[in-house]
């Protein structure tokens, strides 16, 4: 099976549920402790082994570029004063040289659409999608582990986690078939179907690997829910004729699209942080 290389980080959504925090500001620059939650896609997509990191931005999202180039004068300003801690954390962050490519898609027509504009950048090989939104906490990196699943599958993997049953209606569900340890065989997918039409709590998260095949389905631009061009219908034509599966990602996931969600994420992963940890627990305790 062939390696997964590229990701493709669809970012050109307009965040409208972190408004007005996402007027200006891109809502994956928002931070999560002292981080942009982007950031913490590109490092775990990095940890994945992934060598090619391609942006499809849109309008307004110039801060994303900026914040992965380097920033000379901030750079020579933490050398001469010899923080070379802070200056080797901010060097490590970025991608280098000739890894990062960004595409825009002119309007916001849909995540298949925003898929689809990296269509070049691909070319003929599987390919890992994150959005960022999802963010995902844990000892190993969730794009490594579907990465590895696609090595043993051959065929298209997500992320899925077991969501509350009262909860499908907010998720694309699997209909699942067979089932061996962390990998679900997915017979269909539902998109966020009512608890009492829901074939499993199998809810498909923000992290892809996908074959080139996709491309095919998406050149159709066929609109769908919310007249979006949706990256689950091409994925679903592609049913039956090619392995697709579930991988049940051992990490923790926020949703970074949502207030609530945006909040919890920051109180996780401020308690995973050794120098923050303690003073935050404590902090917290004053809110019980
Ligand atoms: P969301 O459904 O979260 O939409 O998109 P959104 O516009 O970003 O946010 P809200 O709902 O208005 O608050 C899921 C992912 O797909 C990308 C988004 O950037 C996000 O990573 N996306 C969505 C695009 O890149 N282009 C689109 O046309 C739609």
């Not at 002292?34 to 090619?52: H, N, T, V």
């Given at each position: 099976m062939s390696p997964v290389r590229k990701a493709v980080f669809p970012v050109a959504g307009l965040g409208t549920r972190m408004l007005p925090a996402t007027k200006v500001l891109p809502k994956e620059m928002l931070p999560v402790v002292?981080?942009?939650?982007?950031?913490?896609?590109?490092?775990?997509?990095?940890?994945?082994?992934?060598?090619?990191f391609i942006f499809v931005t849109g309008r307004g999202k110039t801060l994303i570029e900026d914040h992965f180039d380097r920033a000379v004068e901030l750079f020579d300003t933490l050398a001469a004063k010899g923080k070379s801690e802070a200056l080797a954390e901010l060097e490590a962050g970025i991608p280098k040289a000739g890894e990062v490519t960004y595409t825009r898609q002119q309007e916001p027509l849909g995540l298949g659409h925003a898929v689809w504009c990296a269509r070049h950048l691909v070319g003929d090989e599987p390919f890992a999608v994150s959005l960022v939104d999802d963010l995902i906490l844990g000892d190993s990196p969730c794009l490594g582990e579907l990465a590895e699943a696609h090595g043993r599958t051959g065929g298209n993997i997500v992320a899925t986690m077991e969501v509350p049953h009262a909860h499908t209606k907010r998720y694309g569900i699997l209909d699942p078939g067979e089932i061996d340890g962390r990998l679900v065989e997915a017979k269909a997918m539902v998109e966020k179907p009512e608890p009492e039409r829901a074939p499993s709590r199998y809810a498909?998260?923000?992290?892809?690997?996908?074959l080139p095949e996709i491309f095919g389905h998406?050149?159709?631009?066929?609109?769908?829910?919310?007249?979006?061009?949706?990256?689950?219908?091409?994925?679903?034509?592609?049913?039956?004729?090619?392995?697709?599966h579930g991988y049940v990602f051992s990490g923790e996931r926020y949703d970074c699209g949502d207030k609530l969600g945006y909040l919890e994420a920051i109180v996780a992963a401020a308690l995973r942080r050794p120098d923050l940890a303690d003073g935050f627990a404590s902090i917290l305790k004053r809110y019980d």
């Open positions: 002292d981080k942009p939650i982007i950031q913490y896609a590109l490092e775990e997509a990095r940890a994945a082994g992934i060598e090619e498909v998260i923000g992290r892809y690997v996908l998406l050149d159709r631009q066929e609109p769908g829910a919310g007249g979006e061009i949706q990256l689950t219908d091409a994925m679903a034509q592609m049913l039956g004729a090619r392995p697709f």
